[in-house]
């Protein structure tokens, strides 16, 4: 099974930029879709976009369309996550998840069979 590790999360403002990586092991990376995913303070996780095996394909929540853009590169078993014009509804635990066999919406959050441990993004106003 592939093991997930985040990172890149931080503290910015509002407007500004991040990127967020997922670095993946123990596992062929391209035989997994992989799910961006986050929790804000009280509320529950939520997807934000997804990608699929080969990344020539992504989509996105409507929340983030335009401002967040998903990539993957199979050789270096790694998936990134654009951030721009960050809003402190953005705020969350942000997650990265793997799945061997279901790429998109309609994939339940139980399909996945790794996750990262997150990474705090907390936009201020």
């Known amino acids: 099974q592939v093991q997930l590790v985040e990172s890149g999360g931080g503290l910015v403002q509002a407007g500004d930029s991040l990127r967020l990586s997922c670095v993946a092991s123990?596992?062929?990376?391209?035989?997994?879709?992989i799910g961006w995913f986050r929790q804000g303070p009280g509320k529950e996780r939520e997807s934000v976009g997804f990608i699929n095996w080969s990344g020539r394909e992504a989509l996105y929540e409507d929340s983030v369309t335009g401002r967040f853009t998903i990539s993957r590169d199979n050789v270096k078993n790694t998936v990134n996550l654009v951030m721009n014009n960050l809003k402190p509804e953005d705020t969350a635990v942000y997650y990265c998840?793997?799945?061997?066999?279901?790429?998109?919406?309609?994939?339940?959050?139980?399909?996945?069979?790794?996750w990262g441990q997150g990474t705090q993004v907390t936009v201020s106003s």
């Open positions: 123990g596992g062929t990376f391209s035989n997994y879709a």
């Open positions: 998840a793997a799945n061997l066999d279901c790429f998109g919406y309609l994939c339940s959050q139980r399909s996945y069979g790794a």
